[in-house]
DNA sequence: CGCCAGGTTGATTTCGCTCAAGCAATGTGG
DNA sequence: CCACATTGCTTGAGCGAAATCAACCTGGCG
């Protein structure tokens, strides 16, 4: 404890491996050493929020490390869990580039830190590198795109494939490849949130995974699941393949 | 038919009273005139569809008249109505600005004209002004605030809580008010695109109306509906409402 | 006239929610 | 170290909203 730097050489802008593959790839190095003198960083614990529903935002914010979840709920206490973000990521863009209210609020799932960059760091970069904006653009599209998938999926599928759907997505973002050609994933959520990812209840939750491992199409052991064959996996949600 | 001129003196760029409310309302006389010349305008019948998922994008539609609908299906066969567009909205742009594929396909749902606008037209617009640009990030925006509000009520509010609320939004685009104080639609869609839009069968359609009826919510007849108390139907979705 | 698409209605089934209880792991205060 | 609350997860029983299956009606249109 006592000789513990009081600063750690923690990610900054510079050295942010994730960066690359998000939308402040396009950044020269004195726009990013605009961001590296004006951001914030806060660390939150797992359930702190970020931001609230309804408020009105005054910046953005940039993942050091950490998963933050994209929470939405309505009067009733209903809530659906809309999207994870991790490391390297950008939160509360939509709000603020459209100039509304956020409609969502951002919370903590894991121990995480965040950067906070203020308004007018934010105008003077898009009026400076105008691919930014054009960046932001394609993330929201993609973002709008996702989210009419999931349209569907809740009005086509059944809970159990979209379960399995949602395991795929963990498969290609967590997954790990064993050499027998199975795959291994440590899920990043709680059932419960992984039941609010996919729009149920708990119990129904606890019970697909169960009639799943009686299928052997996974193993769960506490949060790490085995799938044997991927090809199956999939098989729960787009059937359309066959041989 | 004979006497019929070779080309009607139709909405253009110009003198579109819509455009005031679209993302085109920044641009200047110069650059209307960019799009006014490049633009290829085009009737589509009602069925017809005007692009496909999975194809990749050229150019951007934008509605002269009528009124089209995107809708999204799998591999089965399920279908989502996702949103409705009518004249002087933007159609397309979503896939054409994130650079990738359709992933819905557009149909028109009367008979309409549309235009084209191609590739180098748009961008060269986009840089000339990019306030433009700045105007379809907030739509984007908007329409995946949309899409996020769709989630959260196809999991949590009944068939009819969801068709009441499609109601309420057919009143505020396309509704008259009364003199009584009751308003009065007429639903621009067929009964089964309206249960294709919340995500239900035609069935449920079908008797979620019947049941509104005798609870004296509304009254429909063909494609009139009359709404006694806005009130009421919004407590059919929102039932923070007391007093 | 017969056909057909769109719509309504009825009978039946099913999926997933609700309610309720139990259990294991972790924490807390005495 | 023990009694106990608490939290996350599981399991069971029963119910209900909505899907499915199957007729049937209606109005337009070739």
Same mark, same amino acid.
């Given at each position: 404890?006592?000789?513990?730097?009081?600063?750690?050489?923690?990610?900054?802008?510079?050295?942010? @491996?994730?960066?690359?593959?998000?939308?402040?790839? /396009?950044? @020269?190095?004195?726009? #990013?050493?605009?961001?590296?003198?004006?951001?914030?960083?806060?660390?939150?614990?797992? +359930?702190?929020?970020?931001?609230?529903? +309804?408020?009105?935002? $005054?910046?953005?914010?940039?993942?050091?490390?950490?998963?933050?979840? #994209?929470?939405?709920?309505?009067?009733?206490?209903?809530?659906?869990?809309?999207?994870?973000?991790?490391?390297?990521?950008?939160?509360?863009?939509?709000?603020?580039?459209?100039?509304?209210?956020?409609?969502?609020?951002?919370?903590?799932?894991?121990?995480?830190?965040?950067?906070?960059?203020?308004?007018?760091?934010?105008?003077?970069?898009?009026?400076?590198?105008?691919?930014?904006?054009?960046?932001? #653009?394609?993330?929201?599209?993609?973002?709008? +795109?996702?989210?009419?998938?999931?349209?569907?999926?809740?009005?086509?599928?059944?809970?159990?494939?979209?379960?399995?759907? #949602?395991?795929? /997505?963990? /498969?290609?973002?967590?997954?790990?490849?064993? $050499?027998?050609?199975?795959?291994?994933?440590?899920?990043?959520?709680?059932?419960? $949130?992984?039941?609010?990812?996919?729009?149920?209840?708990?119990?129904?939750?606890?019970?697909?995974?169960?009639?799943?491992?009686?299928? +052997?199409?996974?193993?769960?052991?506490?949060?790490? /699941? @085995?799938?044997?064959?991927?090809?199956?996996?999939?098989?729960?949600?787009?059937?359309?393949?066959?041989?």
């Amino acid at each position: 404890m006592a000789n513990q730097p009081l600063f750690v050489a923690g990610p900054n802008c510079f050295t942010c @491996q994730a960066r690359e593959r998000t939308e402040w790839c /396009v950044l @020269q190095d004195a726009e #990013l050493r605009l961001i590296e003198d004006g951001k914030k960083s806060r660390r939150y614990l797992p +359930g702190e929020t970020i931001f609230r529903e +309804g408020d009105t935002p $005054d910046g953005i914010f940039c993942i050091e490390s950490g998963m933050i979840g #994209l929470r939405k709920s309505d009067a009733e206490g209903n809530t659906v869990l809309l999207n994870l973000l991790s490391e390297g990521e950008t939160l509360g863009y939509r709000a603020f580039l459209a100039d509304s209210e956020y409609d969502a609020s951002a919370e903590a799932l894991e121990p995480s830190t965040a950067c906070f960059v203020d308004r007018p760091t934010i105008r003077r970069l898009l009026e400076h590198n105008p691919a930014l904006g054009l960046r932001f #653009l394609k993330r929201v599209a993609k973002d709008l +795109g996702d989210a009419d998938e999931k349209i569907l999926h809740n009005v086509s599928l059944s809970v159990r494939a979209r379960f399995a759907h #949602l395991l795929m /997505v963990f /498969v290609e973002r967590y997954g790990k490849l064993a $050499d027998n050609g199975s795959s291994s994933i440590d899920l990043p959520l709680s059932r419960q $949130d992984m039941a609010s990812m996919i729009g149920t209840t708990p119990e129904s939750m606890s019970r697909t995974i169960k009639k799943m491992e009686t299928d +052997g199409i996974a193993r769960f052991s506490g949060r790490t /699941v @085995q799938i044997p064959s991927c090809r199956n996996l999939v098989n729960e949600f787009d059937p359309e393949v066959f041989v």
